[in-house]
């Protein structure tokens, strides 16, 4: 079980990341029939929702877009500013999502956000804490403990931010729709290309709840 268990947590991120790249990869070369670009669309879902003091800025990297809630911008990456694929602006629309339920306060966004700070230290110091319990199991063995629920923590955050996803995606694809962004033979493509991305987070989400169970089991047998 344990190796099932091991094999399972390398393969799945590993199968969620190649899939979400082919799928970019494969309509990126699908250009929308209207030639709009990802900011363009950025610019124009934002406008329509009344958040016209949110910027639209290029970003490097390859899909390393993000809204930043703090300097209230949406930032699109190499692959997607200035392009006019249905990939690119099914990406742009998606960060639009987010722009868009930060001024909602949509609940879970807003969990997410509360909880981030402490997720921060929980991620950087989990594993110390954990095999320093291991070490001094006999002396200090309530940090086996400390370790797990620092971890579970995560976790917790992966469970919140997978809602957050998938409601971002949802609107980003029924603005794409109902605004005529992009034609109805068009949307099932950039819904390809967000229902890979969010593949990756239902993997990552997977992955840490094993790595719980490890855990457990491990503290368990102590």
């Known amino acids: 079980m344990e190796l099932v268990f091991l094999l399972v947590m390398l393969i799945l991120p590993i199968v969620a990341q190649v899939n979400v790249t082919s799928t970019f990869n494969k309509y990126k070369k699908v250009r929308n029939s209207r030639g709009l670009t990802a900011d363009q669309v950025a610019r124009q879902i934002l ?17 390393t877009d993000h809204f930043d809630p703090t300097a209230n911008v949406v ?36 969990i997410r956000t ?10 950087r ?19 086996i403990y400390v370790g797990i629920i620092m971890f579970a923590a995560v976790v917790l955050f992966q469970l919140v931010t997978l809602p957050v996803e998938l409601d971002a995606s949802g609107r980003a694809l029924k603005t794409l729709e109902n605004d005529g962004i992009l034609e109805a033979a068009e ?33 368990k047998r102590r």
Not at 114 to 122: F, L, Q
Not at 125 to 143: D, H, N, Q, R
Request: aromatic share 10%; proline share 3%.
């Open 114 to 123: 509360a909880i981030v700070p402490v997720v921060n230290i929980c991620s």
């Open 47 to 63: 406008d329509s929702n009344g958040l016209f003091y949110i910027r639209v800025e290029h970003v490097s990297g390859n899909l």
């Open 187 to 219: 949307v099932p493509h950039a819904k390809k290309v967000l229902t890979a991305a969010a593949f990756t987070y239902v993997a990552a989400l997977i992955t840490s709840i094993m790595q719980l169970l490890r855990l457990l089991a491990a503290a």
């Open 75 to 110: 930032r699109l990456s190499d692959s997607v500013y200035g392009q006019t694929s249905v990939a690119a602006i099914g990406v742009a629309a998606h960060e639009c999502g987010h722009a868009c339920q930060h001024a909602e306060e949509y609940a879970p966004i807003q």
């Open 125 to 143: 110091f989990w594993y110390l804490a954990f095999i320093i319990g291991v070490l001094l199991f006999e002396t200090m063995p309530s940090l």
